[in-house]
């Protein structure tokens, strides 16, 4: 009985997706020996790392993470830094109004902007949430696979998964900035773009797989 050529088709690509599977699972981790290096100070901007509890790290399921408060004296106010960063054996991004939620925040508004990331004008994450008395804030994020920057976390495991195709090691991380509105949103936007398109610059050092020191081979 001849087998059709969808049939074959089909069985070919269940093997490869079966091998690449297994070889991406049984790689060693990619070990991220410049993520804690990325600067406390840049251009105008100082930075101080925010205490977290053991037990954040632990629901991240990631050692890979920070949270920095910046300033600069032409902003009134300090932008708060995050980023999470995976390696391909283990995405497991939450979305980010659960996370602000299980600190407290309410989320009272979700949509999205255009911003201008490592030269590309892009359309990113952002939220509006409050937490008590204290002022609303706003949030920008996006995820990003070694260069591709999304907001949906379907597409981030549609560009690993097509890394894996092709028997290539990649990461993804999360970027996240937030700052409180005490004037006006656009007043706080502005001064969030001005220091995203300074950070754009430094990340891919810190977060991307081919520009990290040590990878073991799969």
């Known amino acids: 009985m001849k087998i059709s050529g969808k049939l074959t088709t089909t069985v070919v690509l269940t093997a490869i997706a079966a091998i690449v599977v297994f070889t991406v699972n049984t790689a060693e981790p990619i070990q991220n020996e410049k993520f804690f290096d990325f600067p406390l100070e840049f251009g105008e901007w100082k930075g101080n790392d925010v205490f977290m509890e053991e037990y954040v790290y632990q629901l991240l399921d990631t050692k890979y993470f920070f949270?920095?408060?910046?300033?600069?004296?032409?902003?009134?106010f300090p932008i708060n830094l995050s980023i999470v960063?995976?390696?391909?054996?283990n995405i497991?991004?939450?979305?980010p109004e659960a996370c602000l939620g299980g600190v407290g925040h309410k989320v009272r508004e979700k949509g999205t902007i255009n911003a201008n990331i490592l030269g590309n004008d892009l359309?990113?994450?952002?939220?509006?949430?409050?937490q008590g008395r204290e002022p609303r804030q706003v949030v920008l994020y996006y995820f990003d696979v070694d260069g591709?920057?999304?907001?949906?976390?379907i597409d981030v495991r549609f560009h690993v998964l097509k890394k894996?195709?092709?028997f290539r090691r990649t990461s993804a991380s999360f970027v996240r900035i937030m700052a409180p509105v005490l004037i006006d949103e656009k007043t706080t936007i502005s001064s969030m773009l001005a220091f995203m398109q300074e950070i754009s610059a430094l990340l891919p050092n810190h977060l991307y797989t081919e520009q990290i020191r040590s990878i073991p081979h799969a």
């Open 164 to 166: 894996r195709l092709f």
């Open 148 to 153: 591709y920057l999304t907001t949906s976390q």
């Open 92 to 95: 497991s991004f939450h979305a």
């Open 85 to 89: 960063w995976f390696d391909d054996k």
């Open 123 to 130: 359309e990113i994450g952002k939220l509006i949430v409050s």
């Open 67 to 76: 949270l920095r408060n910046y300033y600069s004296p032409r902003h009134d």
